[in-house]
């Protein structure tokens, strides 16, 4: 690779996904790929920086994605259809955690805020139901495209969450 250019090898030619960390000025200092199978399909749709400087992603995946940008692998399966992720790394992408949440449908993340406390509030839409993690919350849709926000620690542990919707009749 030269000055602007920097190879990463995919083999989804649709739907890998990518950081890359540039200084202010522009200056390249390191790109690392979330996916990295030939099948899997990862999108982020947002990267914030909490109070301890991590990066927070979020995005949807389906499939069996590695999340760890690193050497290691850390492939989580999706339950159905796009699941959603949240993913912490550090500000030199090293891993330190993903939360996936999911169901047999599809569920969409579509944003995140970070409070003064350092807790995530996810936001999105989802049909059926959504599976929260280890502490087996379930929300349920009353219809075929309900909201969702839910509230985690920044150890990407659920405080809360709740659905909005209403039924189609």
Do not use: C
């Amino acid at each position: 690779p030269g000055p602007y250019i920097f190879n990463m090898n995919t083999l989804n030619f649709e739907n890998d996904a990518f950081l890359v960390k540039l200084k202010n000025d522009g200056t390249f200092i390191w790109a690392k790929e979330i996916n990295e199978n030939a099948t899997s399909h990862v999108i982020i749709y947002q990267i914030e920086v909490d109070k301890n400087q991590d990066l927070i992603v979020i995005g949807n995946y389906e499939f069996n994605p590695d999340f760890d940008l690193g050497p290691m692998v850390y492939n989580q399966a999706s339950q159905g259809s796009y699941d959603f992720f949240l993913l912490k790394v550090d500000v030199d992408a090293n891993f330190k955690w993903v939360k996936t949440f999911g169901s047999p449908k599809s569920e969409h993340v579509q944003r995140i805020i970070i409070d003064k406390e350092n807790n995530y509030y996810l936001g999105g839409n989802f049909s059926n139901q959504i599976l929260l993690g280890n502490n087996l919350v379930n929300l349920k849709s009353n219809s075929s495209n309900d909201i969702f926000v839910i509230k985690t620690n920044s150890d990407g542990k659920e405080i809360w969450a709740g659905s909005y919707g209403w039924t189609n009749n």
